[in-house]
């Protein structure tokens, strides 16, 4: 590794830094200007009561000291502090339960939309304008065209209403198979679409042309020279890709009622737990930083002709 891409990763990661500690500033206080509170929804609770809450997690102190206070103890312990709802747990614990869960079904979806997006794009690309090009392409627009939501709460009335072959709870056994089609289809439109322009696009370049004159075998050409090239767009997308389906599966899991951290995220926003939003926040918010930085480094991985800067 030479000088200029270690040059290169050390600036990404203090844009990175800087781009977390934005998001952690923004959050902090719009989620704290919006009206009511953590305790607003206490029954019966006596403005007394209220108050020994309040001093009991810093919130009844100066704004910009307790915004002070919580930037100290991410950056020297790394606690995103107790959880306003979940009484007697750390936010940190609430979160990487409800991770295991989301990562598990974001990295199935990933998986599958990669697959299953190279696949059909190549076909679409070495049989263009023939039919299974065109459906192949019918099928990706719809599956692009529909939000998630619709198309799990399709998937939900088919399967598991109508048909009753798939649970519709995500705790249950196979209850993770319809969450993970759902995430999965979007993307995989996308890879295919991705997969199918860059195919096109080396399969009409010189070098392919060459290797063909020369005898070169078909697959070969295909695997060894076209769909490698074709595939460094679909790499710039896939980093991105993964941690927005991670981050993108709030809808997702609160229709399936899968336990992960979407739904954690969901209910910390309706119950004001200020600790719960910034925790989830600051993580999600890493995720996607930190991968789109690992999709940028690996151009040079995958074609040492591109020049990081």
């Not at 079904?105 to 990669?114: N, R, Y």
Request: charged share 15%.
């Amino acid at each position: 590794m030479n000088t200029k891409t270690l040059l290169y990763i050390l600036k990404r990661t203090l844009l990175a830094i800087l781009t977390v500690w934005i998001v952690i500033t923004i959050t902090f206080f719009v989620a704290r200007a919006v009206p009511g509170g953590p305790f607003a929804s206490e029954k019966a609770i006596t403005p007394a009561a209220k108050a020994a809450l309040e001093a009991k997690y810093g919130l009844d102190k100066p704004l910009m000291e307790q915004y002070g206070t919580y930037l100290k103890d991410i950056v020297t312990e790394f606690d995103f502090g107790p959880s306003l709802k979940n009484r007697g747990r750390d936010v940190i614990d609430v979160i990487g339960d409800g991770m295991k869960t989301s990562a598990r079904l974001g990295i199935t979806a990933a998986v599958i939309a990669l697959a299953l997006g190279v696949v059909l794009g190549a076909v679409a690309a070495l049989r263009r304008n023939k039919l299974i090009d065109r459906i192949v392409m019918v099928f990706t627009t719809a599956c692009i065209s529909m939000p998630s939501f619709i198309m799990g709460t399709l998937l939900l009335i088919l399967f598991a209403i109508t048909l009753r072959v798939l649970p519709a709870n995500g705790n249950a056994a196979g209850g993770l198979i319809l969450p993970v089609i759902t995430l999965s289809l979007s993307p995989m439109a996308n890879i295919t679409r991705l997969t199918r322009s860059s195919m096109l696009d080396v399969l009409g370049q010189d070098y392919i042309r060459t290797a063909k004159a020369k005898g070169v075998s078909a697959p070969k050409v295909i695997f060894g020279h076209a769909l490698k090239n074709a595939l460094i767009p679909v790499i710039t997308y896939f980093g991105p890709m993964l941690a927005y389906i991670v981050t993108g599966s709030l809808v997702v899991e609160q229709i399936f009622a899968v336990p992960g951290i979407g739904r954690t995220f969901v209910s910390s926003i309706t119950d004001r737990d200020y600790p719960m939003i910034m925790g989830t926040t600051i993580v999600l918010a890493s995720l996607i930083v930190i991968m789109n930085m690992v999709s940028d480094i690996l151009y040079k991985v995958v074609d040492p002709r591109i020049t990081l800067e």
